[in-house]
């Protein structure tokens, strides 16, 4: 503007505008943050509630009554639930053209941690409404299984996982057999 | 003087507020490319190019509307496609950390509750926040291309529609990839209703009307302060309101579920989100021809306009209207040229320092001349009016019928 001089800060950017910018830096950081921080401070597992149902992708299960949610971590599709020492966590695989094929990709993503290994030769299982699955074991720093249920074209995992030493309590590894079994896809 | 294009635009480093603009970007880009990323590895092969070729063809014509939405003076292009790409990786970015961590803490308190209201206590808070700050970064930017209500209304449409696109070919995504053998089916119907159905009076309606509130606060300095806090407040407040209804299951609640009622509450919503945005459109219209009426209100006295030329210009209807009224091959396109040279004008004097020796206006005047002077040679006289012409929409204190019809 003709007459009108500018205030520069000594990086050669204008003093005019310099608060607003703050602020609104400061509005962004507080809209994501806020949120963030007050997650992180609450206490990160919700109970299950009797006859509820949990989602992963186009598949869902009956969690079992004595385990509870982790809900920072049940937040991107996928459902992890906690029980004692043992953490049970169901993923989508998208599309796969057969079990064998979803068992591979469902292998290489826990593998790929580097905390985990896939080991044997998977076993074939059916689920409760009839869709085909493979489970097999879990060995390394965590012990534990890994099951996935193929139907139609689309994929689960279900990725039981606890640490070897103290062996987990039998009864939730009965408990995590029940959820896998549980898995469908509704009609 | 050569003016270097940096004044114009977008490009103005001298600026806090670029640097800012372009962190965000990054930041909030690097959280929608991985979401993209992920979902795109989960759907099949060619959802992706589908959602884009299916949005895209949507966002051609629907951006060509939104730009038609000012009158007087279009936005520089680096503007406008600043506001769409903050709202389509800024605002979108953030919100979808923010939204996540949001829902999740809601989760903590009660997991029921946060299933039912979460998106509709979490959606509002954060997108209609961070997208109303593209208009706010398109101020601090460049003050000098903002300038009356109706910039805040297009700048917040563009960025309401970057962050909508964004948005829905994540979800085109995601059911994708839920839909398996039947994905193309899937996806096409997520593109149906949340493009086509329920496209325009979301995002985009939602961020104009708080654009809207911005504009209103940062132009109108002839009025009090109070009242500017007042309207922005208000309309900020609004557009998080028919946000908070579009996502809440109070439809359902009082109604019950069922597909038919989920199409019923769309259209509902959309009609009130319509109704609220057309009279905010139309108040934001109405200041901006009351400006452009004051600016060439000494050029009505001395004879480079009529008022019934200035009243025709007062909507992009009227525009057409006094268009149409030309008969013959030549007298519309004349009207037309006429039309764009009388706003040139007006826009030009607006910003000019020295009206009275501005060599551009001298030559938008000689222009405006040789227009009316072909006008008035066209062998065929305008189309003559059965019925008295309508009054133009925003009465500038210019135009009286009984003047016209004298003429």
Redesign the interface.
């Known amino acids: 503007m003709?007459g009108h001089t500018?205030r520069?800060t000594g990086f050669?950017?204008?003093k005019e505008?310099?608060g607003?910018?703050?602020a609104?830096?400061g509005?962004?950081a507080g809209?994501?943050l806020i949120?963030?921080l007050?997650?992180a401070t609450?206490?990160?597992?919700?109970p299950v509630?009797a006859g509820e149902r949990f989602t992963a992708?186009?598949f869902r299960f009956e969690p079992e009554p004595s385990w509870r949610?982790d809900?920072?971590r049940s937040?991107?599709?996928q459902s992890v639930l906690v029980g004692g020492s043992a953490t049970y966590t169901v993923r989508?695989?998208?599309?796969a053209g057969s079990p064998h094929a979803a068992y591979l990709l469902a292998a290489r993503r826990l593998e790929e941690g580097g905390l985990a290994r896939v080991s044997g030769v998977p076993r074939p299982f059916r689920t409760r409404a009839g869709q085909a699955g493979l489970t097999g074991e879990i060995t390394g720093a965590v012990e534990g299984r890994l099951s996935v249920v193929h139907?139609?074209?689309?994929a689960v995992a279900a990725v039981l996982i606890a640490p070897p030493r103290p062996l987990p309590d039998p009864g939730l590894l009965r408990q995590a057999e029940r959820m896998t079994a549980s898995l469908e896809?509704p009609p | 003087m050569i003016r270097l294009p940096l004044g114009e635009g977008f490009l103005r480093p001298h600026r806090h507020a670029f640097w800012l603009y372009l962190v965000s970007l990054a930041v909030g880009g690097t959280t929608v490319i991985g979401s993209l990323a992920r979902r795109t590895a989960e759907a099949p092969p060619g959802a992706l190019l589908l959602a884009v070729v299916l949005y895209a063809i949507w966002l051609a014509p629907v951006l060509w509307f939104v730009w038609r939405l000012e009158l007087f003076e279009r936005e520089p292009i680096s503007l406008a496609a600043a506001a769409f790409v903050w709202g389509g990786l800024a605002a979108t970015g953030l919100a979808l950390a923010a939204n996540t961590a949001f829902v999740s803490y809601l989760a903590k308190l009660d997991s029921g509750f946060a299933a039912s209201w979460g998106p509709a206590v979490a959606g509002p808070t954060t997108e209609e926040t961070l997208k109303t700050l593209a208009v706010v970064m398109i101020v601090l930017i460049n003050r000098g291309q903002f300038d009356r209500v109706l910039d805040g209304f297009v700048y917040g449409a563009l960025a309401g529609l970057g962050f909508q696109v964004v948005e829905d070919v994540i979800y085109a995504l995601s059911i994708a990839a839920k839909s398996g053998s039947g994905w193309v089916g899937g996806l096409v119907l997520s593109f149906v209703m949340r493009g086509l159905i329920n496209g325009l009076w979301t995002h985009a309606a939602w961020s104009a009307i708080s654009g809207a509130g911005i504009a209103y606060f940062v132009t109108r300095r002839d009025r009090p302060l109070n009242r500017r806090l007042l309207v922005a407040a208000v309309l900020c407040g609004l557009s998080w309101l028919l946000h908070f209804v579009n996502n809440s299951p109070l439809f359902v609640l009082m109604f019950g579920g069922g597909g038919l009622l989920t199409i019923a509450q769309i259209i509902f919503n959309g009609m009130v989100t319509l109704c609220v945005v057309i009279v905010i459109y139309r108040a934001a219209c109405r200041i901006e021809y009351g400006w452009f009426a004051d600016v060439v209100a000494d050029d009505v006295r001395a004879g480079l306009f009529t008022p019934r030329e200035v009243a025709d210009l007062a909507t992009n209807g009227t525009r057409r209207r006094a268009i149409r009224r030309m008969r013959g091959l030549r007298g519309p396109r004349l009207q037309r040229e006429l039309q764009h040279a009388q706003i040139a004008y007006g826009v030009a004097k607006s910003r000019s320092p020295d009206p009275a020796t501005d060599p551009r206006l001298a030559e938008l005047r000689r222009t405006i001349a040789e227009i009316r002077s072909d006008i008035a040679r066209l062998p065929t006289r305008p189309r003559p009016r059965l019925r008295p012409a309508p009054r133009p929409p925003f009465h500038s204190g210019l135009w009286r019928p009984q003047e016209d019809e004298a003429a």
């Open positions: 003709a500018r520069r050669g950017l204008d505008g310099r607003a910018t703050l609104v830096a509005i962004m809209v994501v949120p963030t007050l997650n609450a206490d990160g597992y919700a509630r992708g186009a949610m809900v920072m937040m991107n599709g989508p695989l998208g599309r139907h139609r074209g689309r896809v």
